[in-house]
């Protein structure tokens, strides 16, 4: 069983981030299956057009492709997480949601920055997905790098790199200046 | 086996390939962007130069604050936004995800195949 699932989980590695973007199309477009579904259930009168090429299908393939980049890091400081404490939280009269808030979260917080560096870099330089799902309409700084540097306006396209490298930078350094991640690690 | 080198294994001594492949990979080309952004350029060429026109282009009419915002900072706040929204959502399912695989999975198989049964759903590909 364990060795047919991994064979299973082999599969996505042959297609690339772009295939499972363009995959979102035909489920999300103005004849696609969503709209079709809410059309022949009667719930809507027209195609519904902020289904595709709009910020939320921007969002729902960015969702998609990069929840991973958070569960890893999260689910690895979890493990790392001494049941024994838990239980003293419980011995102590905590339920389960002052747990989750006062012992969980704060154990993990390593992990929620990690994954956050993570998220925030990819989707900072991104413009492939902003491109295809956005429709090319929905403007974004890897956009312009990639459109400057297609005119071979390199200088330019260096310029904006920089200034994006920088401001990404920052934000991962007030990032760190609030959780310390060396010293929780 | 270390008498038979004769070498005693340091710290500096074991991060020299990665250290090569940073610098030949990362470092070097991240240098070349950071020179080239002070170059000039004109229809077909790139011409070495020291000029800040690269960056003061960028930032044409983004201090006039009468007008509209500009382009850049238009841009800019844009890919802010996607990333706050990303980012929100991405930690709450990741959050929750990895809860229930870390504390609700009890058997350490049942938890190696749900954890592929995620890398599977969300296609890890790096």
Known sequence: MANRLFLLCTIPFWTSNVIRMISWIPLLGRNGLVNDFLLSTGLIDAPQEWLLYSGFS???????????????????????????????????????????????????????????????????????????????????????????????????????????????????????????????? | MMKFLKLKPSVGLLSIPYSLIFMFFFFIPLVLTLIISFWDYNEYSIIPDFIFENYSYIFKDCFNFEKDMCVTFRTYLSTFIFCFITWFFTLIIGFFVAYFLAFYVNSVTWQIDYFYFVLFHFGLRM
């Open chain 1, 58 to 185: 921007i969002v729902l393939a960015f969702v998609h492709l990069y929840t991973l980049f958070m569960i890893v890091p999260i689910f690895n400081s979890m493990m790392r997480i001494d049941k024994s404490i838990i239980e003293a939280a419980y011995d102590n009269g905590a339920n389960g949601l002052q747990i989750l808030w006062n012992v969980i979260i704060p154990l993990c917080k390593p992990g929620i920055v990690i994954g956050s560096i993570f998220v925030i870099t990819v989707v900072m330089g991104d413009f492939i997905t902003i491109g295809i799902m956005g429709g090319q309409q929905i403007p974004s700084i890897g956009k312009i790098i990639y459109v400057e540097m297609s005119y071979l306006q390199l200088p330019a396209a260096a310029a904006n790199a920089v200034i994006l490298l920088a401001l990404t930078l920052l934000i991962i350094w007030i990032m760190t200046k609030m959780i310390d991640i060396r010293k929780e690690l």
